[in-house]
């Protein structure tokens, strides 16, 4: 977790590092500090909460200076107070440092470092660095930060600045790290958006990586000290896709992007009249015997739904797990499984992880990512890119989106490939997918509804959410999404398996969400809401739009468009985003930073 950004140039540093760290708060907001080297030397400003807390204490400690570096943490090791904020300085002030990341072994290095009379101010695995830098340090930084990183075990994006030499010096393993490519000047931030304002070059640095950043140009190193050549990749978001765009809050934003995301994820690939979908995939979908979808959260969320479209459709055995899970349970692979890990920011520790895990069985591999040049791209043998643009909210909704439209993708080009699917039948489903961005508009369109629904129950202690088949997921994704960001406690459940236990929980204070969409299970799900209602429960169907039933047996009906059953979650997603949205609006909550929460988690 954490954000990094590092300057170096003509402009005033602070300016440009604080700028940059807006763009990265959403990697953490614990506390923000920023070291910049001033006539008078290096100079650090620090402080815990967010980052206008630290934005206040500049206005009274002015900072001018040409280079510097800044950080916003996400507390791992250490409470969120002013001396666990980076950077973190030696003692006479000379070097400071930053770092995303965990260093594992720090607790033996500090130990050593005391014994050898270095006095810590922090309880931070971080300062570490700082320490071991200064005793490698010889009058070069670079060289001291390459020795320095030849003791430490874990994984990190760090920069180091001293006051007497004018550049910046980095290294990533594991935590991202973008170098950005100016004209007399050059940056450094762990992800794009910092950057999109002064450039749109690029250079992704790889594990093991490490760079010496002056104003004129940049050098990059691996830890032995050999000089690397690294891609300079050209950026094709606009500021303003990373910007807020007029709405009240990145969420709502990316909310009504969607039908756009879908444009962009399915436009292109469709092939209606061949019945076939086009993904550059080196796959060969006939020697593939299981497959092994890893992921976290509401990634994992997808991998669920992708499940039931891959077996249904490819009849591929297929197994679904959270990546936390799946690397520790010795799964069982060969080289016929394929392993699918799937990744917005392509930097979580625990996809990366569990997709290492089964690659070291043996898997061949691909990723379902959005982040371009993130890790996990570098580490799978094929990606399929997701396009959702960067998403800065942190609760995720249209990278999910994207997510279940390309794993729907996939599963219709490995149905074709094994001839389990047939021609008509793709086409049918292609056909299907070409309106769902249209039918995601209109779903938008019900938004006044839903902030009618949401100011009905907004005061309400707990949710439960229902649904089946490919509505499972669905029902757990509008779970999570209400709880991370209005805080209420929410559970989600196959709505076949409410009797077998949460049906104990509901009586007339409870709002059970109830996916109840048009598909063979659709007559189950009627008696699931039966059920609800006959224990007093209050139940709000997200049904198909002309359903006569469901307004006799719900208390609150939002209607949407009919479509494949096997893509209704596509279209049915949305109301439930939009209702959390408007839950946490009404109860106040801080939509796009909810508390305790990071948008990459790059910790296990
Ligand atoms: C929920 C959310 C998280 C992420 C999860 C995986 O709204 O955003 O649950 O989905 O941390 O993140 P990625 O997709 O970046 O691997």
């Not at 756009?260 to 092939?271: A, C, D, H, K």
């Not at 993904?279 to 992708?306: F, M, P």
């Not at 299970?521 to 169907?541: D, F």
Request: with cysteine; net charge negative; aromatic share 6%.
């Amino acid at each position: 977790m954490c954000g990094i950004v590092g300057y170096i140039g003509f402009r005033n540093a602070t300016d440009v590092l604080i700028d940059g760290l807006r763009r990265l708060e959403y990697r953490g907001y614990d506390s923000a500090g920023v070291a910049v080297r001033t006539p008078e030397g290096l100079r650090v400003v620090k402080r815990s909460g967010k980052l206008s807390v630290l934005a206040e204490a500049l206005k009274e400690e002015r900072l001018e200076g040409p280079w510097g570096i800044g950080h916003t943490r996400w507390a791992t090791h250490g409470a969120p107070t002013d001396p666990n904020a980076h950077p973190h300085t030696t003692e006479d002030g000379r070097i400071a440092v930053i770092h995303n990341g965990i260093i594992e072994n720090y607790l033996e290095l500090k130990e050593a470092l005391r014994a050898r009379g270095h006095r810590f101010r922090s309880e931070t695995d971080s300062e570490v660095l700082a320490h071991l830098i200064e005793e490698k340090y010889q009058g070069d930084l670079f060289q001291a930060l390459r020795e320095a990183l030849m003791e430490v075990r874990g994984a990190y994006a760090v920069v180091a600045v001293h006051q007497d030499h004018e550049e910046l010096v980095a290294a990533r393993t594991v935590s991202p790290l973008v170098i950005g490519l100016g004209e007399g000047e050059n940056f450094l931030a762990s992800d794009v958006p910092a950057l999109l304002p002064y450039t749109r070059r690029v250079i992704f640095l790889h594990d093991g990586d490490l760079a010496r950043i002056t104003r004129e140009g940049v050098e990059i190193r691996d830890l032995e000290g050999n000089p690397l050549a690294r891609e300079v990749v050209e950026i094709d978001w606009t500021l303003e896709a990373a910007e807020k765009g007029g709405f009240p809050h990145y969420m709502l934003k990316e909310i009504y992007e969607q039908p756009w995301v879908l444009e962009n994820t399915l436009g292109g690939r469709l092939r209606e009249e061949e019945g076939d979908v086009e993904l550059g995939l080196g796959l060969d979908s006939k020697a593939l015997e299981r497959i092994h979808v890893i992921a976290c959260g509401t990634a994992a969320y997808a991998g669920w739904y992708g499940k039931y479209l891959l077996e249904a459709l490819a009849r591929i055995p297929t197994e679904w797990d959270v990546a936390s899970e799946y690397r520790y349970r010795d799964p069982v692979v060969d080289e016929r499984t394929l392993a699918i890990a799937i990744s917005q920011s392509g930097e979580t520790i625990d996809t990366l992880e569990g997709l290492r895990e089964a690659k070291a069985k043996g898997a061949r591999t691909l990723g379902v990512i959005n982040a371009k040049g993130s890790s996990l791209t570098r580490e799978v043998e094929d990606v399929l890119y997701i396009h959702a643009g960067p998403e800065i909210g942190v609760a995720s909704t249209k990278a999910y989106i994207a997510m279940l439209a390309a794993m729907a993708m996939l599963a219709v080009h490995l149905g074709r490939g094994r001839g389990t699917l047939s021609q008509e039948g793709a086409r049918e489903l292609l056909r299907e997918m070409r309106k769902l961005p249209r039918l995601v508009e209109e779903v938008l369109e019900k938004r006044p509804l839903v902030a009618h629904i949401a100011e009905k129950y907004h005061q309400a202690q707990d949710f439960l959410f229902l649904g089946r088949h490919v509505q499972a997921p669905t029902a757990y994704e509008g779970a999570l999404k209400l709880k991370e960001i209005s805080y209420i406690h929410a559970e989600a459940y196959p709505a076949g398996e409410m009797k077998h236990g949460p049906i104990a929980l509901i009586d007339e204070h409870l709002p059970v969400v109830v996916l109840a969409t048009r598909g063979p299970l659709y007559e189950k799900t009627l008696s699931n809401i039966q059920e609800v209602r006959a224990r007093g429960g209050k139940v709000i169907a997200i049904a198909t739009e002309g359903d006569g039933e469901i307004p006799k047996l719900a208390q609150d009906v939002i209607p949407v468009p009919e479509v494949h059953p096997l893509l209704a979650p596509i279209v049915s997603v949305v109301p439930l985003q939009l209702l959390a949205y408007e839950i946490a609006v009404l109860l106040g909550r801080d939509v796009d930073q909810p508390r305790n929460l990071a948008k990459s988690v790059t910790v296990e």
